[in-house]
Structure formats: C-alpha cells, structure tokens
C-alpha cells in the first residue's frame, strides 16, 4: 500500500524596507508566498509499506520523494541486526542521493555516492553502501518497533537505485559491520581477538558504548571509545568499569587507503575535482570474545615475581653465613682453639649460631665503621685533591719511566694516594646517582602523560603493546610488562648490600693496618660499583616506564643506562689493573652522555639516511683509534699538532729502518682484535643500514664489553692466576641465563619501527602462568644476568687478596 501527496510548505519572509508603506510590503510577501507555492507543487512525496529481504529497485529526482517504512519486533532478551544496503545503479550523476533512516530514538544519514577522504586529501566513491543499524533498547519483553528509509535528491534527471533492508540473525559475537557483545555475570573484563588471513585492504576495530548511531566509517570510526589499526591481528581488553550499559559494540571498518598498515602509497594525479575509485575493498574477520585472566592470576603472578627475587636475598644470606663460618672457624684454628662441633647444637643449633653471628658481625662491622667512613670521607674532601700533587715517589717521578716499561705490575699503577682515588671513584656513584634523578622525573611525568592520552582518546595506536598479552591494572594498559622489571631493581639493591658490606669490611682492616688489605691485592676502590648497582636499579624503572606506553619517541629511556651500565663495566674491568689512569667521572659521562646523543639522532634521523651513516662509521672508527692508542700508550701521548710527524717517525724507525715486532704484545692482540670487531660493525651499519639504530649501538657496546672480558679471563689464566669456585660458578650461571635470556629476547612480540597495525602481527599469547610473555621472561632472566655478571666483576680477583701487587701482572 502507498500513499502519495503533494507538499505545500509555507514559509513567511518578511522584508523590511524603510520608507516604503505596510500595503507594498504585503503585496511582496503575497507574491513571494505564490512563487514558493508553485515551486514547491511540483515535488511529490511517496510513502511505501516495505519489507525485509525485498530488493526495491526504484528511480528518484528533485521532484519525488520516497519513504520506506519497516516495522519489526524487538525483544528485550534477544539482539538481532538490521542491515540496510543501497546499490547507485545509475552510471553518472551530478548530484547524490541521500538517505536518511529515522529510528526510535536515532537519526542516521548518508548519501550514495559515498565520498571518502584518504591521505594527502584524496577522495574515494563508494557507489554500494551497506550500514549496520544500533537496535534501541526496549524495557518491555515484546515490543514492534518502526523505523522509515527516506530517499530524496536534488538531481533533476531520474537517478536510479535498489535498496534492500535484511535482518542479520545471531547479531551477537557474529561478524556484521558491527556486532554487540552483553558482559556475562561474574566476567569483568574481556579480550576482544580479530583474526584475518590476508593483510590488506587496512581495517580499524573500533569498541564502542551502546548508544545510536554508532559510528562505522572511516571517517568517524575514531570519535568515541577505543580503536586500533589492523591487517592479520588485532586485540582489545575491555573491562566492565568502562561500559555503564554492561556491553559493548565491536565496529571493524574497512580503511579507503592502506598507507596506516604499511601498505604501498599508491600514485594518483593530485586534481583537485577528482573523485577514485574506492574499488571491492572487503575482508574476512574471525571474531572472538573470550573472558580475560581474573584476579587471582594477576595475584599469582605478583607472587611469583616477588618470590624469584626475594630467593637471591636468601642465597646470598646463606653464602655470607657460610663465608662468615668459615673465616671464623680460620681465626679460631689460628689461634690454636677448637671450633664447636655441629653435633654440640644440632641441626637447628647450628642455623642459630651461623645467623646469629653473621647478624652481629654485619651490626658490630657497620657500628665500628660509620664512624671511620667518615672521617676518612671528610678528610678525602676537604684535604686532599687529585690535582694538588703527584703521589708518585721522587726516584720514579717520571710516569713515563715508569708507565711505558714492558712487563709492567698492579704497584706501578697503583701509587696514588688511596684517598685521592677513593675520592675520584665515589664521584662515580654521586653523578650517576644525580643524573638519574634529572632524568627520571621528566621520563615518568612524561610516560603518564603518554598513558593518559591514550586512556582518554581510546587511540590503540600510539602504544606498541603485544595486546594478546597486556593485563591491565588501574590506568596501566600492560602491567605485566611493569611488574616484570621489579628484578632489576631488587638486585640492583641486594648489590648494592654486598659491595657496602664488602666495602666496610675493607674498611675496617685498613683501620688495624692489616698488611694483606693495605699492600696485597687488586687495589679495592667501590665507587665503581655503586654506580654500576645503581645503573641497574634504574634500567629497571626507566625501562617499567617505558613499557608503560612503548613507542618510537620514547625507546631511549630502555636504553640509556644499558649504554651507562656497559661502559661502566668496561671501565670497572680497566681499574682494576690500573687505578692510577683510569678516566675520571667527568670525562666517563661525558662520552657516554655522546653515545645517547648519536643514539637520539639515530633514532630520528638514522633512517635510511646515508650522510648520518657515513659521519657516524666515520666517528665510530676515529674513536676507536684514538681508544686504542689511548691504552696502548698507558695515556703517555699527546694529540696535537706535531702527531703526525710522530707517527710518521715511529713507522720509520720500527717498520722501515729496523722490523720489530711491538714491544706491548698482549695489548696489540687486544687492540688488534678490538679494532677488527668495530671496524666490522661499523661496515655492517654503513652497508645495511639497520632500522634499530638504538639496539645497534647496544650491540656495538656489548661486543666490545664481550671482547674484552674475554681477553681478562685468558690473560689472567695466561699469568698463573687461578679462579676461585665462587666466581667459577656465577661466570658459568651467568653464561646460561644470558643464552636463555637472548633466546626470549629475539622473540619481537612488537616492533616499533613498523607501523601499528604490522607490530600486531608480531603479538603472541602468554606463555608463563597466562599473565607474563615472551619479554616478561627477558626481563627476568637479563636481570638475573646483569647480576651475574656484576658478581663475577665483584668476585673475580679474589685469588689476589693474598698475592703481593708487585707480582700481579697488568694487562
């Protein structure tokens, strides 16, 4: 059944005119009323009774007007969707149509062609067009509910089209343009999973509130609730708190381009008129909803991580308590008494007396030596200065006699006054200690902000989480991914704790002049060690800061103080056979400070960028000729003006006039080997280009690291040194953890060096107790690694506490 009826508005326009009387302001108004009317009885408004399922295949113009009206039962405990979909038959015309559905309690409009806006403002035209539309909520079990399709154009020629209105069965949790998912009682929280089997076309997955209309084009997808880009995967935790009506709306739109997902900027002709063809952009989804993990998992995970870390605090306890017994029991045999045997306690006995007497030794060791720490730190800062005189004896007064001998040992190279040294290695500790403090502040006021936009804008995009895997908690997106960097900080402290304890034990023997603490050994100067235990502490927040929102512009904060750390351990390794030269503080920090900086402008620039590669393989290779002769020469040369002729004068003499072999052979083998390995990675870098330039210069760092600690160990084996069982074995624990965490490490759950969409591809599932993944556990094990390796740096001279420095080699 139809009805038709001529429309007869009637508007009322009043002029005013000044001068002119109330009868001529009638007669205008009259005829302008009469023209309106004639205008306006040509159009004809055509209502039709329609039905689901039909195709309509119809014609409009400027002068008819065609309403459909639908009406359906809706049902309170049933959801079903109503699908509208309109093909443009005809093949040109100058003017859209538009549609417009009026529902209960929404209005929604489009026009057909559909223009869309891709990148660079290109426009795209979708001549079929299909929406979804919202089914508004009903408070009665039953109820038939009307909503009316009205069709008009502003063309004056006939424009054809066929529109079909289909109901789409099982709505809920089956792929429509959007479908809606209800919260089941006792699930708080759910992972949204979408899977396709092809990368291209580009979609967006949007989660959006119950509300009409929902927004599902590409150019309004992102007004309201959560959204992300996607091609094979994509993945949203949604949790109740956030949905008053208790559900939610799955969107997944179809993008016009595919630049957002990495996908080919396609050229086109940039005139402005120009309208592209949008072609048959389509894509399968699976869609699942599954219930996310609850809190007893996140719980166990918190346990879990607390435990494996509170466990080295008891390993260490049980270490010193046996070390403790042991050197005990040497001072009791050494004055000719008999130790108590363990059967006079028992088992139980014997645990309190070893806990008793480590806790009053730490006590009584601390107590005494408070007090002789800082007198020897106040004199060390108000007395004495590096620069105020030269340490060294009045027959040896010239270093260089000295410092360019052939066989050199740890005495030459240490005759400073221990004071004066003690004072430049704390500085170590009070810079980084400061540094970390200025850098810290702005990194965490910085990541929240982070954290905030992306709560607040709903965009999934700015933040490269693996989202298969990212258990949030209060207004953190990825908890997990923050709890797991706990162990840095913890054993970061316990170091801490054993190089204070070693330190005041050090001290105490210097106090009673002990012969063997003030004359044997490698020379035991902490400052280096607090720096390092407190580089590890921070690599541990700055990296939880980091995985608060994971991205491009903030990637450095993971890696800053892994450059501080390697450099820092290169240099506690040097110290240790040559305290006198080591560099300062200043001069340490500032080259590091240099390798941040190129690391910044890598990040930013380095891509693909030959100029930057070629002045930074330039760099890279001068430093490390420079570094070389630096520790070939024991600092004893000068670069300025008269280098060259220098230079050229030892090749004469050693290469030309005589062939001799360099006097220094272990240091030529090391710097040979060394400048091999960096001259590699810096053709590696110029020829491949890596998109990673942070991790790049990680590497650069930590295969020099690598090298040479390798070349410690086989010189101290070469030069009859042995190595105790201790440090045997956390040099061999330490290998295993660093194999098992590089494995977990090269697992890449994201990247952000793609774009969002591509780093999704890359997500995985939990793997450890469904709260921790793949990097969770790199974090676990590279903590407990650093640790390892800080110990073996700790305890690996231990064998020399005994030995006389003038028979301890320096290589």
């Not at 538009?98 to 035209?125: C, D, E, H, M, T």
């Not at 050090?506 to 050994?521: F, K, Q, S, V, W």
């Not at 630096?630 to 040369?637: D, E, S, T, V």
């Amino acid at each position: 059944m139809s009805r038709c009826w001529k429309s007869r508005p009637r508007p009322s326009v009043r002029l005013c005119l000044p001068g002119l009387g109330s009868v001529v302001l009638r007669v205008l108004e009259v005829l302008w009323v009469s023209v309106c009317l004639v205008h306006s009885d040509s159009s004809v408004v055509v209502q039709k009774e329609a039905q689901f399922g039909v195709s309509y295949l119809d014609t409009v113009t400027s002068h008819n007007q065609t309403i459909y009206s639908f009406n359906h039962t809706v049902s309170r405990n049933k959801t079903e969707g109503v699908r509208v979909s309109v093909e443009l038959l005809s093949e040109t015309t100058k003017s859209p149509i538009l549609f417009v559905i009026r529902q209960k309690q929404a209005v929604l409009s489009f026009q057909v062609p559909l223009i869309l806006r891709g990148l660079y403002q290109r426009k795209y035209q979708y001549t079929q067009v299909g929406r979804t539309l919202c089914q508004p909520p009903t408070l009665v079990a039953s109820e038939t509910q009307f909503f009316y399709v009205d069709v008009s154009t502003l063309s004056s020629t006939s424009v054809h089209y066929q529109l079909r209105v289909s109901r789409v069965e099982s709505f809920t949790l089956v792929f429509s343009t959007f479908f809606k998912y209800v919260f089941p009682d006792g699930v708080d929280t759910v992972i949204v999973k979408v899977n396709s089997e092809k990368n291209f076309p580009c979609s967006v997955m949007s989660i959006q509130d119950i509300q009409c209309p929902v927004y599902d084009l590409d150019n309004n997808v992102a007004f309201i609730g959560m959204y992300q880009t996607m091609t094979k995967k994509g993945a949203v935790t949604v949790q109740r708190k956030d949905f008053p009506s208790n559900s939610f709306y799955v969107v997944v739109v179809v993008k016009t381009e595919d630049e957002a997902c990495g996908g080919p900027l396609k050229f086109y002709p940039l005139l402005p008129d120009e309208l592209l063809d949008a072609g048959n952009r389509s894509k399968t989804l699976d869609v699942v909803v599954s219930p996310a993990i609850n809190s007893e998992v996140y719980v166990m995970g918190m346990l879990f991580c607390l435990g494996i870390f509170l466990s080295f605090y008891v390993l260490t306890f049980l270490v010193a308590c046996i070390e403790n017994k042991r050197s005990v029991c040497d001072g009791l045999i050494s004055k000719g008494l008999t130790p108590p045997s363990p059967y006079e306690y028992g088992s139980f006995g014997e645990f309190y007396v070893n806990f008793g007497v480590f806790i009053y030794l730490f006590i009584y060791c601390s107590c005494r030596s408070m007090d002789t720490v800082g007198r020897c730190r106040q004199e060390s800062l108000s007395s004495v200065e590096e620069d105020d005189y030269d340490t060294l004896a009045d027959i040896d007064s010239d270093k260089n006699i000295v410092r360019t001998k052939k066989y050199l040992c740890v005495s030459d190279l240490a005759r400073k006054d221990k004071r004066v040294l003690n004072k430049k290695y704390q500085i170590y500790f009070w810079n980084i200690s400061t540094i970390a403090v200025f850098y810290a502040l702005p990194v965490i006021q910085l990541v929240i902000t982070y954290q905030t936009v992306v709560n607040v804008t709903g965009n999934q995009d700015i933040c490269y989480y693996n989202f298969l895997c990212a258990h949030p908690l209060g207004a953190l997106s990825s908890f997990n991914n923050i709890l797991s960097n706990l162990g840095y900080v913890m054993l970061g402290l316990l170091f801490l704790l054993i190089v204070l304890q070693r330190d005041i034990l050090h001290n105490r023997a210097l106090m009673r002049n002990d012969i063997t603490a003030l004359e044997c050994g490698i020379p035991k100067h902490f400052g280096l060690f607090y720096a390092m235990g407190t580089a590890l502490m921070m690599e541990g927040l700055l990296s939880a800061c980091y995985h608060v929102c994971p991205n491009y512009t903030n990637f450095q904060f993971d890696t800053s103080f892994m450059y501080m750390i390697a450099g820092l351990c290169m240099l506690k390794l040097y110290q240790k056979r040559h305290p006198d030269i080591n560099a300062s503080a200043y001069t340490a920090y500032a080259c590091l400070a240099a390798v941040i900086f190129f690391s910044v402008l890598g990040v930013v620039f380095g891509k693909g960028n030959t100029a930057f590669w070629i002045v930074f393989s330039v760099i890279h290779i001068l430093a490390t000729l420079l570094l070389s002769t630096q520790l070939y020469y024991m600092g004893r040369w000068k670069l300025d003006s008269g280098i060259l002729r220098r230079m050229l004068y030892v090749i004469y003499t050693d290469c030309v006039r005589q062939c001799s072999g360099p006097m220094y052979i272990d240091r030529m083998v090391l710097l040979v080997m060394g400048n091999i390995v960096n001259w590699s990675l810096a053709a590696y870098g110029l020829i491949k280009r890596p998109n990673d330039f942070a991790s790049y210069l990680l590497a650069i760092a930590i295969c020099n690291l690598l090298l040479y600690f390798a070349f410690y160990i086989i010189m101290k084996l070469r030069s009859g040194e042995r190595i105790r069982c201790l440090a045997l074995v956390c040099i061999l624990f330490t290998a295993v953890v660093w194999g098992f965490a590089l494995f977990f490490f090269f697992q890449g759950l994201s990247t952000w060096q793609k774009t969002p969409a591509e780093s999704r591809e890359h997500n995985r599932d939990c793997i450890l107790l469904s709260f921790f993944d793949d990097h969770d556990i790199w974090h676990f094990l590279s903590s407990i690694a650093m640790f390892g390796s800080f110990l073996v740096l700790l305890t690996m001279d231990d064998d020399l506490d005994t030995v006389q420095r003038d028979k301890i080699y320096v290589f």
